[in-house]
């Protein structure tokens, strides 16, 4: 414990200054876990970024590959700002490249971790040339479009555009009430309308895949020739619906779909058989992403989400089984950083639910705690889950911390940053104060300090003697570093 002492007329020293803002680093951004490439002739299109980039406090970067260092500043790799950043630039990608990363930030209290990042080589072809297809339909009628996406690796994944037969450089995504894109890339029509046949538009089909990182690629398009009619009501059938058995992992998203046609347009509802349905975390089903009312997401899936489900639409009723796969998931958040001062307690919480239940591991700057000295402050509770450290010490404690919970199924991974705080006290309010007051009133004195360790904070009167608490005048609140005193 450190000594600071209030002096009654309030006329003080400041004993510190204010501690600036260091500490460890804290990663800001770096990719996902598994980042695609493929080989192309094209330089420029080629080239890809693995990202790693820290706060300000950040020394310097280094890189693992597959668990050894990885040499930057080659001519096929380098640094995208030296000095700047940690995010890495593959110049020419090639098939040698694959492989797990692992990116470093360090500096004198410590070191940060990425996540590993799988670096796969890929591929997707191209659609074979045809010319544009017509289709006639009867207004009212229900419509579905099929389309047969090229071979890749990994799969592709099916999109929808509108295209303008007047100028191809006008796309437009596909956002219509009564127009769905089902999860296997095909495009229903609920109830044909008149305007989805301008002579203009066309509905062309395209793939995207993570190897393109954000383009695409053309495909099959589809004119419609709409006959109108004077039916005013066409009865009420299913169009596509989720399997009757879904499995989704735990901590990710869940997307049920159930596209019925008819005239009028059948409004759907949803609903869980077995329960409630978890409206904090379902997507607006009002809104174009969850297809107006046709898609249900949760997102941040939780293993009680698991159940039957149902959509209905006028007479006709779909229910899907879900089933949540428990691979390791935050049940609340990751750990989040903490600054203490320095002798007190701190704790670290690895608060992960999986089944079966994930086994914990702590590091520390990237080494694991059981390959560190021994150090009997440092204890794991409730079966690795917390890890408690008690009189924290700046030189020894000060760092960052990596939580790793996983299971046969994955794992989940993050830093936590420990700030020790050491100084000696120092006062928050102005070096010296005056009151005016009225007879007979109270006046509340504040001691406003800041010191790690804990200070210990006394008051004193102009000849630095103990003040005298005289019962029923004046106290002095330890616990709030506050003085009262009656004027008379």
Same mark, same amino acid.
């Given at each position: 414990?450190?000594?600071?002492?209030?002096?009654?007329?309030?006329?003080? /020293?400041?004993?510190?200054?204010?501690?600036?803002?260091?500490?460890?680093?804290?990663?800001?951004?770096?990719?996902?876990?598994?980042?695609?490439?493929?080989?192309?002739?094209?330089?420029?299109?080629?080239?890809?970024?693995?990202?790693?980039?820290?706060?300000?406090?950040?020394?310097?970067?280094?890189?693992?590959?597959?668990?050894?260092?990885?040499?930057?500043?080659?001519?096929?790799?380098?640094?995208?700002?030296?000095?700047?950043?940690?995010?890495?630039?593959?110049?020419?990608?090639?098939?040698?490249?694959?492989?797990?990363?692992?990116?470093?930030?360090?500096?004198?209290?410590?070191?940060?971790?990425?996540?590993?990042?799988?670096?796969?080589?890929?591929?997707?072809?191209?659609?074979?040339?045809?010319?544009?297809?017509?289709?006639?339909?009867?207004?009212? $009628?229900?419509?579905?479009?099929?389309?047969?996406?090229?071979?890749?690796?990994?799969?592709?994944?099916?999109?929808?555009?509108?295209?303008?037969?007047?100028?191809?450089?006008? %796309?437009?995504? %596909?956002?219509?009430?009564?127009?769905?894109?089902?999860?296997?890339?095909?495009?229903?029509?609920?109830?044909?309308?008149?305007?989805?046949?301008?002579?203009?538009?066309?509905?062309?089909?395209?793939?995207?895949?993570?190897?393109?990182?954000?383009?695409?690629?053309?495909?099959?398009?589809? /004119?419609?020739? %709409?006959?109108?009619?004077?039916?005013?009501?066409?009865?009420?059938?299913?169009?596509?619906?989720?399997?009757?058995?879904?499995?989704?992992?735990?901590?990710?998203?869940?997307?049920?779909?159930?596209?019925?046609?008819?005239?009028?347009?059948?409004?759907?509802?949803?609903?869980?058989?077995?329960?409630?349905?978890?409206?904090?975390?379902?997507?607006?089903?009002?809104?174009?992403?969850?297809?107006?009312?046709?898609?249900?997401?949760?997102?941040?899936?939780?293993?009680?989400?698991?159940?039957?489900?149902?959509?209905?639409?006028?007479?006709?009723?779909?229910?899907?089984?879900?089933?949540?796969?428990?691979?390791?998931?935050?049940?609340?958040?990751?750990?989040?950083?903490?600054?203490?001062?320095?002798?007190?307690?701190?704790?670290?919480?690895?608060?992960?639910?999986?089944?079966?239940?994930? %086994?914990?591991?702590?590091?520390?700057?990237?080494?694991?705690?059981?390959?560190?000295?021994?150090?009997?402050?440092?204890?794991?509770?409730?079966?690795?889950?917390?890890?408690?450290?008690?009189?924290?010490?700046?030189?020894?404690?000060?760092?960052?911390?990596?939580?790793?919970?996983?299971?046969?199924?994955?794992?989940?991974?993050?830093?936590?940053?420990?700030?020790?705080?050491?100084?000696?006290?120092?006062?928050?309010?102005?070096?010296?104060?005056?009151?005016?007051?009225?007879?007979?009133?109270?006046?509340?004195?504040?001691?406003?300090?800041?010191?790690?360790? $804990?200070?210990?904070?006394?008051?004193?009167?102009?000849?630095?003697?103990?003040? /005298?608490?005289? $019962?029923?005048?004046?106290?002095?609140?330890?616990?709030?570093?506050?003085?009262?005193?009656?004027?008379?």
């Amino acid at each position: 414990m450190r000594l600071v002492i209030c002096n009654f007329l309030l006329v003080a /020293q400041v004993l510190a200054a204010q501690k600036s803002s260091i500490g460890p680093p804290k990663l800001l951004d770096q990719s996902e876990e598994e980042v695609w490439y493929h080989l192309d002739d094209d330089d420029l299109k080629n080239r890809l970024t693995l990202k790693c980039d820290a706060d300000e406090n950040t020394d310097r970067y280094s890189w693992l590959k597959d668990g050894e260092p990885f040499e930057i500043n080659s001519d096929d790799v380098v640094w995208e700002k030296e000095s700047q950043s940690g995010s890495i630039v593959f110049m020419k990608p090639h098939i040698s490249h694959q492989g797990y990363y692992q990116c470093f930030a360090s500096n004198i209290f410590g070191t940060a971790l990425s996540n590993k990042m799988h670096l796969r080589l890929g591929s997707l072809e191209h659609f074979p040339k045809r010319d544009i297809q017509i289709l006639k339909v009867k207004e009212g $009628e229900s419509l579905t479009l099929n389309c047969t996406p090229p071979r890749g690796i990994p799969p592709p994944k099916i999109i929808w555009l509108y295209r303008s037969l007047d100028d191809s450089s006008v %796309i437009e995504t %596909i956002r219509s009430r009564h127009i769905t894109v089902d999860n296997n890339g095909r495009l229903h029509f609920s109830s044909v309308e008149l305007s989805d046949g301008k002579p203009t538009l066309v509905y062309e089909c395209a793939a995207t895949s993570p190897v393109l990182r954000g383009e695409y690629r053309s495909g099959d398009r589809v /004119q419609l020739d %709409i006959e109108p009619s004077q039916d005013k009501s066409y009865p009420v059938k299913k169009l596509s619906v989720s399997p009757s058995e879904v499995t989704v992992r735990a901590g990710g998203q869940l997307k049920l779909q159930c596209v019925f046609g008819g005239r009028p347009l059948p409004t759907i509802f949803w609903s869980k058989v077995d329960g409630e349905l978890p409206k904090s975390r379902i997507k607006d089903l009002t809104t174009h992403e969850s297809d107006f009312g046709r898609s249900l997401i949760v997102e941040n899936v939780h293993p009680d989400d698991a159940g039957v489900y149902e959509c209905r639409g006028r007479h006709l009723v779909h229910t899907v089984n879900v089933r949540v796969m428990a691979a390791p998931f935050w049940e609340f958040e990751p750990p989040r950083d903490i600054s203490l001062p320095e002798e007190s307690t701190g704790e670290l919480e690895c608060l992960a639910g999986g089944q079966p239940t994930p %086994i914990i591991t702590w590091s520390m700057n990237g080494k694991f705690l059981h390959e560190l000295a021994e150090d009997s402050r440092r204890v794991l509770l409730d079966n690795g889950r917390i890890l408690r450290v008690r009189s924290l010490n700046h030189d020894l404690d000060t760092g960052v911390y990596q939580c790793n919970a996983s299971n046969p199924l994955g794992y989940v991974f993050a830093n936590a940053f420990v700030h020790v705080r050491a100084h000696a006290p120092f006062f928050r309010m102005p070096a010296a104060r005056h009151w005016k007051v009225v007879l007979h009133s109270t006046v509340i004195l504040d001691c406003d300090v800041d010191a790690a360790p $804990e200070a210990i904070v006394r008051w004193v009167d102009a000849d630095d003697r103990p003040l /005298q608490v005289v $019962e029923g005048k004046n106290k002095v609140r330890n616990y709030e570093n506050i003085y009262a005193r009656e004027i008379f």
